[in-house]
């Protein structure tokens, strides 16, 4: 069985589609169709269904994955000890949400690039529902979270730690040496959220709602970096994770409110599908990501 083929079908299955798994591995597409079939000539079995132009793995396909996954972990795993342990290489899909892909991965991925630069990353960024999708579809290795705590017996927990979210506002804010700050005290100001529905901004709005309280955001913005530089210019505060103004925080340029319903407490965690079989260059990120 050839080794090249099985990487193939490995592929196609990862991307559901033979023209996006040729364009990965630089194949043409009639080579990848040629391939995954001499697989199936080889098996006597198929392993894809193909329904106009859509594919998915049949049930011997799904098995044939699990083993070749196998396989691959072990050939990675002699190649790694075979060059002493440090010449790691292959890909790895991560997905995660955007305020933690810009707060706490910069470092950890310049830290791990010089230390294993033949691995290459592949990031996406998304809601808790969007990210679990592709990890569930296999269209990502492992996700990072940040919302309530995830417990799913189909999911394997890597790494977790809770953080707190909470009101913000810069150090010459009007409000910034108040020792109490009322809600309606915060209402006075404009006020930055992130999208409504969303993860810790779903807790901040039950929570608001369990003290019979609401807040209309002046403005709704994803990227919590924006919303801290909003912070730091204006007479605006911000909700956010504590983590994303941790610098700020230490230089006393930002600060947090003080209220006795908050900061609320939601999670980072770091999730790979149960049944996921790890490379040794997955496992080399898993120990570098600090969270």
């Not at 075979?82 to 991560?94: A, E, M, P, V």
């Amino acid at each position: 069985m050839d080794f090249k083929n099985i990487q193939t079908f490995i592929k196609v299955a990862e991307l559901k589609s033979f023209s996006l798994a040729a364009l990965e591995l630089g194949y043409s597409q009639s080579a990848v169709s040629t391939q995954i079939s001499n697989l199936e000539k080889e098996l006597g079995q198929l392993l894809f269904d193909r329904i106009g132009h859509k594919i998915s793995l049949t049930a011997n396909g799904i098995l044939f994955l699990q083993y070749t996954q196998n396989i691959q972990l072990l050939t990675e795993e002699l190649n790694t000890q075979l060059n002493g342990g440090t010449d790691l290489s292959g890909t790895i899909r991560i997905a995660m949400a955007d305020s933690i892909c810009t707060s706490i991965f910069p470092n950890i991925l310049i830290d791990f690039q010089h230390q294993y630069s033949k691995v290459k990353i592949i990031i996406k960024t998304g809601v808790t529902s969007e990210i679990f999708s592709l990890l569930s579809n296999n269209e990502v290795d492992m996700v990072c979270t940040l919302d309530f705590k995830i417990q799913r017996p189909d999911f394997y927990i890597l790494k977790e730690t809770a953080v707190n979210a909470n009101f913000y506002l810069s150090s010459k804010h009007p409000l910034a040496q108040n020792k109490q700050v009322a809600i309606a005290d915060i209402k006075q100001y404009p006020i930055y959220l992130t999208e409504e529905n969303i993860s810790y901004r779903k807790d901040l709005d039950d929570k608001l709602a369990k003290l019979n309280q609401f807040i209309i955001p002046t403005y709704e913005i994803g990227n919590v970096q924006v919303i801290k530089e909003l912070i730091l210019d204006s007479d605006g505060i911000g909700f956010i994770p504590e983590f994303v103004v941790k610098k700020e925080l230490i230089q006393k340029s930002i600060l947090p409110i003080s209220n006795p319903h908050f900061p609320i407490t939601v999670w980072v965690q770091l999730i790979c599908h149960r049944g996921k079989a790890l490379t040794p260059a997955m496992k080399a990120l898993i120990q570098f990501i600090e969270i």
